[in-house]
Nanobody
Framework: QVQLLESGGDAVQSGGSLRLSCTAS????????MAWFRQAPGGERKGVAE????????SYDASVKGRFTISEGDTGDTVYLQMSRLKPEDTAVYYC??????????????????WGLGTQVTVSS
């Protein structure tokens, strides 16, 4: 029922910034928790950040804390990931995910029922 679509992935230089967007459709009650994951080349999918839509509470993985910010649009149907001071190790496919409720860090794949197809972020040194 819920469909997620990521956009905004691009190639950027180390130290630069990029904003990813996730547009959601379908039952809002089924996607009160929105999250970003990433999968580096040859690596496993790891949680990055999550936001609880009803009140905007957020949590972050330690690897991005202080550099990335997750936020929601005015309607709650769009979630953003503002990435700053990007590093080559941030290179990955970034995925948007949704669940009925947040369980907070650590973010695990199995908690999230709905997934987008991902958007590529490449950071060069």
């Amino acid at each position: 029922q819920v469909q997620l679509l990521e956009s905004g992935g691009d190639a950027v230089q180390s130290g630069g910034s990029l904003r990813l967007s996730c547009t959601a459709s379908g039952s809002a009650d089924s996607r009160k928790c929105m999250a970003w994951f990433r999968q580096a080349p040859g690596g496993e999918r790891k949680g990055v950040a999550e936001i609880y839509i009803p009140h905007g509470g957020t949590s972050y993985d330690a690897s991005v804390k202080g550099r990335f910010t997750i936020s929601e649009g005015d309607t709650g149907d769009t979630v953003y990931l503002q990435m700053s001071r990007l590093k080559p190790e941030d290179t990955a496919v970034y995925y948007c995910a949704a669940a009925r409720e947040c369980n907070y860090l650590p973010l695990v794949n199995s908690w999230f029922e709905y997934w987008g197809l991902g958007t590529q972020v490449t950071v060069s040194s």
